[in-house]
């Protein structure tokens, strides 16, 4: 999916083989071992090719062979921490890099105050550009009606999908329904939503994924219904974007931290996935119905926002390379 992204912006896009070692059984280890050898190789290859200034790097099993090749070539290294909590292929990382661009405050215990900058969470204009008018407009969305967005990430969230299926008759009485079901559920949720009737569908649209029209959506909707990957700690924020969070269960806890980082302060619910099917009805027209929570919860998370982020880590990285 990566690849597909970057080349939709007109870059180039180089694989690196790789697997991970923790927590899967040992002939997985062993294979993704021997992918991480290729990997290395690759990388080297690459760095001795692009001759890069330095090497930005967001964690992940990828990581590992590029930053042993950048380090075998003495390119200085830019670490960016997107979750709350880093990984620990981030944390090993970390270790190495000249420096350590943050999010929040609170990844300050996870890595060096002496390295770490907090910066926030980077915002390419495909998100930035977009204002509540425009992204109403895009989507056909009536400028007075209250607007539900729905999304699990690019391949979806199964459990998210499947209990906006069950309550979606409910949830487009509330508010019109946006929903970006990902890739992974889009053959079974677009026959599902084939099969609803007219009134319903009228109120609700559905798609796999939004590509440019993704910040759009951020910018008309009056909630979200979502995961708790790291990029709802500058997404959410920008758009000052009230939120109902269901952290994904098998994920560590990476995205409870997420999430909880929101709750605390004001600008999100949590709703555990288990119960999902059940509560999101009640939660969500609870909130729509209570205007003046929602306008405490947008404030809330407005005030999280770091708008330069993307250009506090281009300078970091700028910087570190001309160094």
Known sequence: MEGDLVRREGYSFVAIPGGGLHGVALLNAIRNGWLLVRGTWEAVKHVRRERPAAVLTTGGYVSGPVIMAARLHGVPILVFVPDIEPAQSVKAVARVAGRVAITVEESLRYVSREKAVVTGYPLGERITRWTRAEGRAALGVDENAPMLF????????????????????????????????????????????????????????????????????????????????????????????????????????????????????????????????????????????????????????????RPRAAVEIAQLFLELGQG
């Open 150 to 305: 729905i999304f699990g990430g690019s391949r979806g969230a199964r459990s998210i999908n499947r209990a906006v299926m069950q309550n979606i008759r409910a949830l487009t009485e509330a508010a019109q329904v946006v929903h970006v079901s990902g890739t992974l559920d889009w053959p079974e949720v677009e026959s599902a939503q084939k099969a609803l009737p007219a009134v319903v569908r009228s109120r609700y649209q559905v798609v796999p994924y939004l590509h440019e029209k993704m910040g759009g959506a951020l910018a008309a909707a009056d909630l979200v219904v979502s995961r708790a990957g790291a990029s709802i700690l500058g997404e959410f924020p920008y758009f000052g974007l009230p939120a109902v969070l269901v952290p994904y269960p098998y994920a560590w806890r990476y995205q409870r931290v997420n999430a909880g980082w929101l709750e605390d302060r004001g600008a999100a619910v949590i709703v555990e996935d288990e119960v999902l099917p059940g509560d999101i009805v009640p939660v969500v027209t609870g909130l729509l119905a209570d205007k003046e929570r929602l306008g405490r919860m947008a404030d809330a998370s407005r005030k999280l926002a």
